[in-house]
């Protein structure tokens, strides 16, 4: 007779008993009888959310990431095994064709509302679709964008997939992490605070369901825009020139560079009596820490430095 040793035996008691287990997701209830083998994960930061739970041998590709994104030495390392199966949003046969169980996605997120992938239309294929919860504002009701956001999709990620002791671990030493760098923050005046993703003609900003509020808020500034009942959206310039920020946090991605973006403000003669363009006080933050995901921290310790103008 074969004896299993002690971690095995444990394993196998732990995986019986793990399952089946039911997560929220937006406003569904998704039961798993069994961890994904087969997952697939849209942009970015959703990409390393699985990395950093130890998934990557669950997964059998992402999407989303070329098409707009390039990918920093340790996203590289992180997904180089792994093929990008489309360079936007996927299509349903993408998926079918991986042979995927799992699709972490979100809307706007490599899902839209309406569109060919949401979790209805690929459920007759056999995945099921955990959504990103701060992108849920666009198919109902949520709370405003915070911090556990992010730390609820890594714990629902753990129970997913049977790694809630990773999960539980990386949520309690963010929120240490966290506590230590924003510990001496004076909340007392919080400094306004404009987003500037992209556009010219009209930027593209942070609501108060994005992410960025919830990580300027931490940091001890006011997104001017908090007031808009909105993730992301676009809107006019007057609004910013009016409501007049004393910080401006850009997003770094794309075709467009943080410098070209600083440089367009700072010579725009409309936004010469900006506090922050005439204090020349940017900071930028990577696309990978301004949405979900496990850089959050550091970006809220960037924010917090770049706030004190240190």
């Given at each position: 007779m074969i004896r299993l040793s002690l971690a095995a035996l444990?394993?196998?008691?732990?995986?019986?008993?793990?399952?089946?287990?039911?997560?929220?997701?937006?406003?569904?209830?998704?039961?798993?009888?069994?961890?994904?083998?087969?997952?697939?994960s849209n942009d970015v930061?959703?990409?390393?959310?699985?990395?950093?739970?130890?998934?990557?041998?669950?997964?059998?590709?992402?999407?989303?990431?070329?098409?707009?994104?390039?990918?920093?030495?340790?996203?590289?390392?992180?997904?180089?095994?792994?093929?990008?199966?489309?360079?936007?949003?996927?299509?349903?046969?993408?998926?079918?064709?991986?042979?995927?169980?799992?699709?972490?996605?979100?809307?706007?997120?490599?899902?839209?509302?309406g569109g060919e992938v949401t979790p209805e239309t690929v459920e007759p294929l056999g995945i099921k679709v955990y959504e990103l919860t701060e992108s849920c504002i666009h198919i109902g009701p949520k709370a405003r964008s915070s911090m556990d956001d992010m730390y609820n999709d890594i714990l629902n990620l753990g129970k997913i997939f049977g790694v809630e002791p990773r999960a539980e671990q990386l949520v309690s030493g963010w929120k240490a992490r966290l506590e230590k760098a924003t510990a001496g923050v004076d909340r007392s005046a919080p400094l306004r605070v404009f987003v500037y993703d992209s556009g010219e003609e009209a930027p593209f900003t942070a609501g108060a369901y994005a992410m960025p509020t919830a990580l300027i808020e931490a940091a001890g500034?006011?997104?001017?825009?908090?007031?808009?009942?909105?993730?992301?959206?676009?809107?006019?310039?007057?609004?910013?020139?009016?409501?007049?920020?004393?910080?401006?946090?850009?997003?770094?991605?794309?075709?467009?560079?943080?410098?070209?973006?600083?440089?367009?403000?700072?010579?725009?003669?409309?936004?010469?009596?900006?506090?922050?363009?005439?204090?020349?006080?940017?900071?930028?933050?990577?696309?990978?820490?301004?949405?979900?995901?496990?850089?959050?921290i550091a970006a809220v310790e960037k924010l917090v430095t770049g706030f004190r103008g240190n």
């Open positions: 444990l394993l196998s008691a732990t995986a019986a008993m793990a399952y089946p287990v039911t997560v929220k997701s937006c406003d569904r209830d998704v039961t798993f009888d069994a961890a994904p083998a087969r997952a697939i930061n959703l990409t390393e959310m699985m990395l950093v739970l130890g998934l990557r041998d669950r997964m059998v590709g992402y999407t989303g990431i070329s098409g707009w994104k390039t990918l920093d030495a340790e996203m590289r390392e992180g997904v180089a095994e792994l093929p990008e199966l489309s360079s936007k949003y996927p299509t349903k046969e993408v998926l079918a064709g991986a042979e995927a169980d799992f699709f972490f996605a979100g809307w706007n997120y490599g899902m839209k509302v500034g006011k997104n001017i825009m908090d007031d808009l009942e909105k993730s992301w959206a676009e809107i006019g310039w007057e609004a910013v020139v009016e409501r007049n920020p004393e910080v401006v946090v850009i997003v770094n991605y794309g075709d467009v560079t943080a410098e070209q973006k600083i440089a367009f403000m700072k010579g725009n003669p409309a936004f010469a009596t900006m506090d922050a363009v005439k204090n020349d006080r940017f900071v930028v933050l990577e696309y990978v820490e301004a949405t979900p995901g496990p850089r959050n």
